[in-house]
């Protein structure tokens, strides 16, 4: 059977654009498929559009997963700094936010041309307005798509999560994984503001906290919304839930707690440093930030991506069961797995 790739990357977001160029770099004829009229919608669109790309304290304890082993290859093999050399190739200015966060000091659109950029010169072809509706596989992969079928030895998943429908997140990548035998650990919404009945004339009002869920903990800001709580600490500890949930509403001496936070718990001096929220849900996959859960990483090679069960068949990206905390370390997931497989491919 004759094909016109090598690779064909099912997905336009970070991790397939990063894996679509190293293959290309290696001399792979790569395609990338993307229903969007453009790639990289997630990209423009985070970090308040300037786009957190990494974070300077990378490490795989800011990364969940059910196998915590599996992700140390491939953050090993793509580091921040490989990322931020990239960066200064394309004469992108940056800064570090906090906490080791790196942001563009003007646009998100610019992580998008640099990766243009980088996909040109390594002759990878972005397809754009293309659908994937089925992969089947007989001598090489078939890709049936809304503008035809292709076909390649070699397919790299990278099509996301559930998160944010609305620019494009589907099921795909689940659908796949099952349709050639992957297990899924359940997709649940992560990075999320949580529903807390009860304390909407609070919303607005933000304070230091500690969040814990069985060992795991933050200190960072809360806020309370109309709907519930948000802000850092809660869209951390949300990754971690359904463990019971335990606020420290303050944390030590230092921490003056707003006056209406004070009124509202006045005479529970026992919750003001054990609240238990009584969660009710979360704002769903409208409003998380990532997916937590996915394709099984028992069954995927954590050096390259690759399926364990399919040869030629690689998942990259939010689709795989990696979920990193706030902070840069998502993109840096989907960077170093998109790059691990495209060394391979
Ligand atoms: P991603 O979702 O980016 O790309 C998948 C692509 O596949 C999409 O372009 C989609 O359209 C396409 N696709 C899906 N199904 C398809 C099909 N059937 N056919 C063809 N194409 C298909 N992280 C971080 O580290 N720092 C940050 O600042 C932020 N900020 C942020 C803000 C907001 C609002 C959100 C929602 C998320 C973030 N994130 C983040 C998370 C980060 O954006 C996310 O983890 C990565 O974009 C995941 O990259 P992937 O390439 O895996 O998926």
Known sequence: MHSDYDAIVIGGGAAGLMAAIEAGKRGRRVAVLEHNDRIGRKILISGGGRCNFTNLHCRPENFICENPHFAKSALARYTPADFITLVQKHHIQYHEKTLGQLFCDRSATEIITMLESECRDAGVRI?????????????????????????????????????????????????????FGHRIVSPRPALVPLLVPG???????????????????????????HRGLS???????????????????????????????????????????????????????????????????????????????????????????????????????????????GQSI
């Open 231 to 341: 802000g850092p600490a809660i869209l951390q500890i949300s990754s971690y839930l359904p463990a019971a949930l335990s606020i420290d509403l303050q944390p030590d001496e230092s921490i003056h707690i707003p006056k209406r936070v004070a009124r509202a718990f006045e005479g529970q001096v026992d919750d003001i440093h054990h609240w238990i929220p009584h969660v009710t849900g979360t704002e769903g996959f409208e409003k998380a930030e990532v997916t937590a859960g996915g394709v099984d990483t028992n069954q995927l090679s954590s050096k390259t991506m690759e399926s364990r069960l399919v040869p030629g068949l690689y998942f990259v990206g939010e689709v795989v069961d990696v979920t990193g905390h706030l902070g840069g370390f998502n993109f840096q997931w989907a960077w170093a797995s998109g790059y691990s497989a």
């Open 199 to 225: 304390y909407g004339e609070l919303a607005g009002v933000s304070t230091e906290v500690v969040a814990s869920a069985s060992k795991t903990t933050f200190r960072e800001k809360m806020l309370f919304t």
């Open 127 to 179: 397809v754009p307005n293309c659908r994937v509706n089925a992969l089947d596989r007989d001598e090489h992969f078939r890709v049936s798509t809304s503008t035809g079928e292709f076909t390649s030895p070699g397919i790299v998943i990278a099509s996301g999560g559930l998160s944010i429908p609305k620019i494009g997140a589907t099921d795909f990548g689940y659908r796949i994984a099952r349709q």
